[in-house]
């Protein structure tokens, strides 16, 4: 497993592109588009692969084998739930920013044709608390466990200035419900003050895997397991 934090690489368009080839790992692909202009598009297909387009910030016209869904209302990640859209596996997607937008495509394996494409509104997401104290972050479910989806889990976690996440540590090594789950997973860190930044620590009970990660804003970071 080579570096585990990826910067963007590039200030607009296809700013980040993790595949299961390029992280040497199985499942899950990332992607990230900043469409800075109004009537910019990014597109995409994959035969074998579900996805779901998370709207960070910005309203997009999002096509999904020729069905259209107006998405978006917030202009920050920090102004309230996102909008998404679950596209099946197969299925061709075109996003047109109607605004200045910042759009993330989560993707995982999945059967051609399971299910209708479908909005994920923020009526529809779940919101939570988790920890106390220093430890207290705020969830919000867009593609849980319990969603219509083959394997994708999809999750946007605001967690306050000074605030631990994730804690207490935990892993996803082993396929071993209920005690835990065998999953792979990438993170996208937006700080609400871009000259702020974080920290992120992956590892395995053996140590075979010890990373510490400065994490600056608009990083991507990938947990193989740990």
Not at 96 to 114: H, K, N, W, Y
Not at 162 to 184: A, K, V
Not at 190 to 203: A, D, E, I, M, N
Not at 215 to 224: F, M, S, Y
Request: charged fraction near 20%; charge should be negative.
């Amino acid at each position: 497993m080579g570096n585990l934090r990826i910067r963007p690489s590039a200030p607009s368009g296809h700013v980040h592109h993790v595949t299961p080839d390029n992280a040497g790992w199985t499942y899950v692909g990332f992607d990230l588009h900043k469409l800075p202009n109004a009537g910019d598009v990014a597109r995409g297909s994959l035969p074998d692969r579900e996805a779901c387009i998370v709207l960070i910030s910005g309203r997009a016209s999002i096509e999904v084998d020729g069905q259209t869904f107006l998405a978006g209302e917030r202009m920050s990640p920090f102004e309230g739930p996102p909008h998404a859209v679950y596209a099946p596996a197969g299925a061709s997607w075109r996003i047109e920013a109607l605004t200045p937008l910042e759009v993330a495509i989560c993707t995982a394996p999945g059967r051609p044709g399971a299910r209708p494409a479908r909005m994920i509104g923020p009526e529809q997401a779940e919101r939570l608390t988790r920890g106390k104290g220093t430890n207290t972050r705020y969830p919000t479910n867009i593609l849980p466990e319990t969603a219509d989806a083959d394997s994708l889990l999809v999750v946007e976690v605001i967690t306050p200035g000074g605030h631990t996440s994730s804690y207490p540590p935990h892993r996803h090594d082993e396929d071993d419900l209920p005690r835990q789950s065998l999953l792979e997973e990438t993170y996208y860190h937006r700080l609400s003050k871009p000259q702020g930044f974080g920290f992120q620590r992956v590892y395995t009970d053996d140590r075979s895997l010890d990373v510490a990660m400065t994490i600056e804003n608009g990083d991507a970071t990938l947990v193989p397991r740990g």
